[in-house]
C-alpha cells in the first residue's frame, strides 16, 4: 500500500525527567524524524498537564523549524476556542513565509486542558461569543482573503502573506467534524487514537469524499513497534485511558489517574470514570505495517499520524524508527 507516516510528538515528561529534558527530547526526535523520512512532524497543545510540556505549539514549531531542514512541522494542533482566528492565521503565515512549504496548521475543539486553564487563557481577553464552527470559518476566510463584503471584519488582511498558503488541517473524532472540514475546503485528520469505533471512522470518510474529494483524509492512530510481537504488546497493555462521564452527560478522556485528580479538583459536577485500554495497533513492524495496510484499503486513507503514548522513553523513539524503516520506501518526498 502506497501512503505517507507522520508523527505526533507531545513533549512527554517522563519519570525523573523535567520540562526542559522533554523539550530537548522533542528537538532530538524531529531530528531523527527527518533523518528517518517521515513526511511531518506535529506537536500538541495542552495546559496545565502535569506530563507534557507543549503549551504552544506555535512557538514551538518555529523553534523546531530552526533545527531542522526538510521536514513539515505543524501544530497537531492549535485549540481554536481560545484565539482570535485573525491572530493564529497571522503567526502561522509568518512562520511560513520564513520557511516556505514546510508549515501546517491543524486547529482542534477541545480546551486542551481543565476549566481553571481554560479560564485563565481567557481571562482579560474581549469576550466574544462566536462558536468554534464559525472561528473555523473565518479562519479559513483570512487563509483565502475570502470574508464577505458585509461580514464585520471585512477589508482586515492577515499578513504576511506567503507564497505558498498555509495547508489547514481539521482535527476530530467525527462524521461531523469531517463535513465541517469538507465545507471549508479543509484537510481532516481523524483521531482514531481518541475514537476507536471505525463505523464512525466510515462515516467519517464518506462524508468528508462526498463533498471535497481533493481533500486530504489523515487518521491519527495510537501505535507500538518492537522487534517481536510478544514484546509490543506487553509494553503496550500497560496503557490506559481514564474517561469521565459528567452528570451534564458531557464526557472527556485524560491519560492518568493524576489528570482524574486535577479535573476533581476543578469542578463542582459529579462524575464518573472508568479505566479502558487504548485502541493501539501494537506489535512486530510487519503487523503494525500489516494492520495500517488494512486500513489504508478499506478507507482509501492518504496519510496515518502515529502517536505512541507509552511511558519508556527509549522504546518510544525505538518504535518510529522500526516503523521508519518499512515506511521510507512508501514515503513522496516531494
Not at 505549539?57 to 521536514?71: D, R
Not at 471512522?201 to 522487534?227: C, D, H
Not at 478522556?253 to 479535573?263: A, C, H, T
Not at 459536577?269 to 506489535?283: L, N, P, R, T, Y
Amino acid at each position: 500500500m502506497s501512503y505517507k507516516l507522520g508523527i505526533l510528538d507531545q513533549s512527554p515528561i517522563f519519570s525523573g525527567k523535567s520540562a526542559e529534558d522533554a523539550l530537548e527530547s522533542t528537538i532530538q526526535f524531529v531530528q531523527k524524524a527527518e533523518e528517518w523520512g517521515y513526511e511531518r512532524f506535529w506537536v500538541s497543545e495542552h495546559h496545565q498537564t502535569l506530563d507534557l510540556a507543549g503549551t504552544s505549539p506555535e512557538v514551538l514549531i518555529s523553534h523546531l523549524l530552526a533545527k531542522t531542514t526538510t521536514i513539515k512541522i505543524g501544530s497537531g494542533g492549535v485549540m481554536l476556542q481560545h484565539y482570535s482566528p485573525y491572530k493564529v492565521v497571522e503567526n502561522f503565515q509568518l512562520l511560513s513565509s520564513l520557511t516556505p512549504g514546510r508549515v501546517e496548521l491543524g486547529v482542534g475543539k477541545a480546551p486542551g486542558g481543565f476549566s481553571l486553564s481554560t479560564k485563565a487563557l481567557r481571562y482579560g481577553a474581549a469576550g466574544s461569543d462566536i462558536d468554534f464552527d464559525e472561528r473555523f470559518t473565518i479562519l479559513n476566510q483570512f487563509i483565502h482573503d475570502a470574508l464577505p463584503e458585509d461580514h464585520a471584519l471585512y477589508g482586515a488582511k492577515a499578513l504576511p502573506k506567503p507564497k505558498r498558503k498555509v495547508p489547514v488541517f481539521l482535527l476530530g473524532a467525527s462524521s461531523n467534524s469531517a463535513r465541517l472540514a469538507a465545507e471549508q475546503g479543509a484537510n481532516f485528520v481523524f483521531a482514531r487514537f481518541l475514537n476507536g469505533n471505525d463505523d464512525i471512522l466510515r462515516e467519517a470518510v464518506q462524508e468528508y469524499r462526498n463533498i471535497y474529494p481533493e481533500g486530504k483524509f489523515i487518521v491519527a492512530i495510537a501505535s507500538f513497534a518492537a522487534v517481536t510481537q510478544e514484546e509490543a504488546e506487553e509494553e503496550a497493555r500497560h496503557y490506559k485511558i481514564y474517561k469521565i462521564h459528567l452528570e451534564s452527560g458531557r464526557s472527556l478522556s485524560v491519560q492518568s489517574l493524576e489528570q482524574v485528580e486535577l479535573f476533581r479538583e476543578q469542578t463542582r459536577e459529579s462524575f464518573e470514570v472508568k479505566e479502558q485500554e487504548v485502541d493501539m495497533i501494537a506489535g512486530s513492524p510487519a503487523f503494525v505495517k500489516g494492520e495500517l495496510d488494512q486500513l489504508a484499503a478499506a478507507y482509501a486513507i492518504d496519510e496515518f499520524i502515529l502517536h505512541t503514548p507509552i511511558q519508556h522513553e527509549q522504546k518510544r523513539l525505538k518504535s518510529f524508527e522500526l516503523l521508519s524503516q518499512l515506511a521510507v520506501p512508501l514515503l513522496n518526498k516531494n
